[in-house]
């Protein structure tokens, strides 16, 4: 299996800076993509950034360039710069990865989900 481990969460002042990690794990699995998901009061989970194998992203145009994806290829490591934070970026946000089974001869990708790390913006 594929395990994720989200850090970085915590508490920030409005205009404030964090940056998230996700580190996966799982010799077995060769990783596709990884990405970013929240889940705010209110709100369905929605999608916030993505990173393929290849260096293309992808991000939800509503946050406005203020999130940023990178990674480390070497050691299965994603990152979200999350800059000028706002109150109604609070909420859980989700580490995910798209990943195949190296022992299977014609593997289709499975998807890999975190637990989450809190991020709370305070007014």
């Known amino acids: 299996q594929v395990q994720l481990a989200e850090s970085g969460g915590g508490f920030v002042q409005v205009g404030g800076s964090l940056r998230l990690s996700c580190a996966a794990s799982?010799?077995?699995?060769?990783?596709?993509?990884m990405g970013w998901y929240r889940q705010t009061p209110g709100n369905q989970r929605e999608f916030v950034a993505a990173?393929?194998?290849?260096?293309?992203?992808n991000y939800n145009d509503a946050l406005k360039g203020r999130f940023t994806i990178s990674g480390d290829s070497a050691k299965n490591t994603r990152y979200l710069q999350m800059n000028t934070l706002k109150p109604e970026d609070t909420g859980v946000y989700y580490c995910?990865?798209?990943?195949?089974?190296?022992?299977?001869?014609?593997?289709?990708?499975?998807?890999?989900w975190g637990q989450g790390t809190q991020v709370t913006v305070s007014a």
């Open positions: 799982g010799s077995m699995f060769s990783i596709l993509g």
């Open positions: 990173l393929d194998s290849r260096g293309g992203t």
């Open positions: 995910a990865a798209e990943a195949l089974d190296r022992r299977e001869p014609d593997p289709s990708p499975k998807e890999f």
